[in-house]
Structure formats: structure tokens, C-alpha cells
């Protein structure tokens, strides 16, 4: 691994018998010139600001490098050394124009710790049969890298009417803010004429790969006439802006469903 030196410091460097230095200005100058050894004497390079390989050399020789003033140098000395220095990062930005990643000198990028966080309370759903969005939040391109686990946490309160039916709540993956596009994952409440409430834990989308996304319910646990399903897609994550949107869906308008609390948190892979 390289090393750097900036700022006008300087050093003698033993470079020993069939080895070589490396050198690169990555901002400013440097210089550099045999000070001891075959050579003595001989400069090197006087305030360059590009880069050279010196050596190998058949005798042992000393090197003194200096970087110039407000200079940045990387240097490494082997018998085939190699400069690891990646430059100054520089942020990244997804298509919403939030930082998504750290860009070295190299143009590579370094994906950050993105996390997804949203906590929802108290949102009550009534009135209705028609399939509806209780809340939804944006997944902007590039704000996820796969693999990846966006896991939800879930506290859920149904009022249910003696109307015979499926009550259901739906996650969705869709490019709007709406109902529609893929049902990731669902769950079934059936029975009629109670008030219920239960906490959902494990309900997750895997995002196995950029564009593959896995539904991923916990199994049925209400009552034994209840059920879970889940679905899968293939949304480009890295290109797509997409919205998770959760959808209550009642068999009576009469019907509620309150969410007591909902977190969304991802899980980097």
C-alpha cells in the first residue's frame, strides 16, 4: 500500500537493491534526487507535477522526496510498487439529489450507509370497500444497494364488522405514489365482529439482486383462518425511483384499521 506525503515534508528513503520508487503528484509538486548510492547526486525529477517510477537500481541507494509547497504526493517503494491512493472523495447524488455515495479520484464509487427510516402512528382507515393507501414513502434510484432488506415493523388494530369478507393489508412496490404496481407482500384478516390488534415483526422485500425484489411475509398467526402471501419483481433499483405504498382494503365500510405504529428500517446485505 502507497503512502502520501503533502505540504512541503521531505524524507530520505532507502530504496535496496532491485527495487523502485514510485511517485505521483496528486495535487502540486514534488522533487526527489539520489542523496546516497550509484547515483549520488543525480536529481530525479525537480518540481514535477506528474509522476515517475525510479529504479530499480543495482546498488542500494537513498532517495530524498520532497513534496512542494500546498502539494499532495503518493509514493511506494517495491521491487514492483504500486499507488493506492484513490483522491480526494467527492459525493455522489441520486436522482432525487440526496447524497447516495462517495466518488474517489478514480470515478469510483463508494456506496455510504444509506438507511431508510420511516415511523408511522396512529393512522386509522374507515369508510370504504375500495382498496386505499394509508401512507406510502419514495425509494429514490440509486438509495439501495442490493443485497438489501427493507424489514417493517408493524403494530395493527382491526374493528370488524359481522359482514362476511377479507380484510387485507397490502404492501406494495410501484414507480408512483399509488396503489398499483406489485404487491410485495399481504395478509388476510377474516373474522368478523371483534376488535384485534397484533404486532408483525418479520414482513420484509428482499432486494436479492439491482433487479430482483422478493416479497417476503411472515407466516399466517391472527387466527387459524387467516393467511399471508407475497410476490416478487423486477424493478431496476439503481435507475427507478419507486414508492413503497402500504393499502388497507375492508369488507365493510363499517369496518376500521388502525396502524398503532409502523418503522420501515433497511438492512444493508
Known sequence: MSQQMRNGYGFDFSVPVGQSMAVSSITGTYSASIVAGPGKGTAL???????????????????????????????????????????PLNAGYNSSGDV??????????????????RNYTGITHTG???????????????????????????????????????????????????IGGTSMFSNVMSTTGVIQTSVRNND????????????????????????????????????QDLFFVLGAQLADASDSVSIRAFDATLIRG
Open 45 to 87: 525529477a525537480t518540481d514535477s507535477t506528474g509522476g515517475g517510477t525510479y529504479g530499480p537500481y543495482s546498488g542500494g541507494v537513498v532517495i530524498r522526496l520532497q513534496a512542494g509547497a500546498n502539494s499532495l504526493i503518493d509514493y511506494d517503494i517495491a521491487v514492483s510498487p504500486v499507488l493506492t491512493y484513490a483522491g
Open 100 to 117: 447516495a455515495s462517495a466518488v474517489d479520484g478514480g470515478g469510483n464509487s463508494i456506496v455510504l450507509q444509506n438507511v431508510i427510516s
Open 128 to 178: 370504504t370497500t375500495a382498496n386505499t393507501k394509508i401512507f406510502s414513502f419514495s425509494i429514490p434510484a440509486g438509495s439501495i444497494l442490493a443485497p438489501s432488506m427493507l424489514k417493517f415493523a408493524m403494530s395493527i388494530r382491526y374493528s370488524t364488522t359481522a359482514t362476511a369478507g377479507s380484510r387485507v393489508i397490502r404492501g406494495y412496490l410501484n414507480t408512483a405514489d399509488a
Open 204 to 239: 420484509a422485500i428482499l432486494f436479492q439482486a439491482a433487479a430482483i425484489q422478493r416479497g417476503m411475509p411472515v407466516a399466517a398467526g391472527w387466527n387459524t383462518i387467516q393467511g399471508d402471501d407475497s410476490s416478487y419483481t423486477t424493478y431496476d433499483i439503481t435507475t
